[in-house]
């Protein structure tokens, strides 16, 4: 239980810095490939802010299999985790890094209790779309024959490629390149079945609402106009007249004891 305690603790205390640091991932992910003329220390420094928030969370993966109570189940529990700490150290390839990342930020928004489903989801189709973008660049701008060249190009290649649209007009030509639309294909089609899914539990939610308002106020007025039945046999029984009167009665007056009644 104290165990148990202290990895709560430690996921409630960490969840803000990571996520900040996820922030600077994305910068530094994102500078080398919008500016790359930029110069070569810019460059450094942005290769360094990567892994470093690369070591904070594979840090944090180790802390929560310490302080976890049954480490094995933690194991088995938590597979994507794992794969994004040993996934970079596979092939010193950025876009390793940036996937194992982007799942390792999801994971630990998704623990966040402050984080609702919408934010979550707008989130993650802001993200995917950013750096879809930015890999797709990064990967077909030195391609020979390649269409996408501009920052612009690639953006809108991954909102079709999200929508799944595909006009066409943009598509890659590398493996690399189309590795990374198969990626966003299947991403973009999840993430569109979660937001059509919302909608429409959205708008269930919100006419069976609807429908209980009028069932209850159905309800009431049949309840109501009962009531008003009632009342109306209760006023015509009181006001019919009564067929049989009770009697009169005439009282007699007292005689004196000295008196007697007269002879005829």
């Known amino acids: 239980m104290k165990q148990q305690t202290a990895q709560v603790r430690w996921e409630r205390r960490t969840q803000t810095p990571l996520l900040v640091l996820a922030l600077a991932f994305g910068v530094a992910y994102a500078v080398p490939i919008v500016a790359p003329d930029a110069p070569s220390e810019v460059h450094r420094a942005c290769l360094w802010v990567e892994w470093v928030v690369w070591g904070a969370f594979a840090l944090d993966y180790l802390v929560r299999l310490v302080l976890a109570p049954a480490k094995w189940l933690f194991v088995r529990s938590h597979p994507l985790d794992l794969l994004a700490v040993l996934l970079p150290l596979a092939r ?111 708008f269930i939610s919100r006419f069976e609402r609807d429908d209980a308002e009028e069932r209850r106020q159905t309800a009431l007025l049949e309840a109501l106009t009962a009531e008003i039945k009632e009342l109306r046999a209760e006023v015509g029984r009181l006001s019919t007249p009564e067929v049989l009167s009770a009697p009169e009665v005439r009282e007699v007056p007292a005689q004196s004891p000295g008196l007697s009644a007269p002879r005829s």
């Open 92 to 202: 010193p390839l950025r876009l390793l890094r940036l996937v194992s990342t982007l799942l390792l930020v999801g994971r630990r928004a998704r623990m966040s209790p402050q984080i609702t489903l919408t934010a979550y989801v707008g989130g993650s189709v802001v993200g995917l779309l950013m750096f879809g973008s930015l890999a797709v660049l990064e990967v077909e701008r030195g391609a020979p024959g390649g269409n996408i060249k501009t920052l612009g190009d690639a953006v809108w290649w991954s909102f079709t490629t999200m929508t799944t649209v595909g006009y066409g007009d943009h598509s890659p030509t590398t493996g690399l390149g189309r590795l990374i639309a198969v990626g966003l294909m299947l991403s973009g089609i999840a993430l569109l079945g979660v937001v059509t899914a919302n909608i429409a539990a959205w």
